[in-house]
């Protein structure tokens, strides 16, 4: 594996978690990844980005998109944090609309994250308020996990859990990617 840096960007701290927990079971670096340069990631063998996914979109996801080719060398991985429920489905679209192209061979890992709307930014708030009116005009047994996620909110708004780290631990353990 080689030294390895695990690179998070979190806007309400359940990446960030995920991160750190990662990095203490690698013994990683953890790094937030803005403003991050080839030049500064070029001592690490393996990449791990950590991102919150926000309207679909990993955030991070440029970084590893816009440096491929100075990454060419390096092992990278993605662990994607949101409120769906874990499914096929789910990493499917996420990798659909986040790794095309050159990072379309780019293990992908999915954990779900936090949801405390009390917390939210105010364009957050905008941006949940009009994919919450969108997703109530869709019959209730269409909805997407997204889109009932946010209009049936559970009461629950933490599933931070480090056992969704095990399936991206075990394929670094194995050696074999
Ligand atoms: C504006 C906004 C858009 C979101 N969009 C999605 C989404 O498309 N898919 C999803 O699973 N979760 C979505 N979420 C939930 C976040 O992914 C979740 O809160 C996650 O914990 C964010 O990571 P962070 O805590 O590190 O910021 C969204 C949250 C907000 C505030």
Redesign the pocket.
Known sequence: MGRTAVL??????????YALMLGRKLNAEVVENEGLTPQLLSSFDTLILV???????I?GIELFAKYRNDFSDKSLFVFA????PDSPE?TELLRKHNLRGALEAVPLFYG????DESV??F???N??TL?RKAAAKAKPEKRSP?EK?FVEPEKKIQW?DESYLEPLCKLLDSNSW
């Open positions: 998070f960007r979190s806007r309400y701290g359940a990446s960030k978690q991102g919150g996914v926000y309207s679909g979109k955030a944090v949101g409120i769906s789910n779900r994250g936090s949801f939210l930014s364009i957050d708030r941006v949940v994919a997204l996620a931070v």
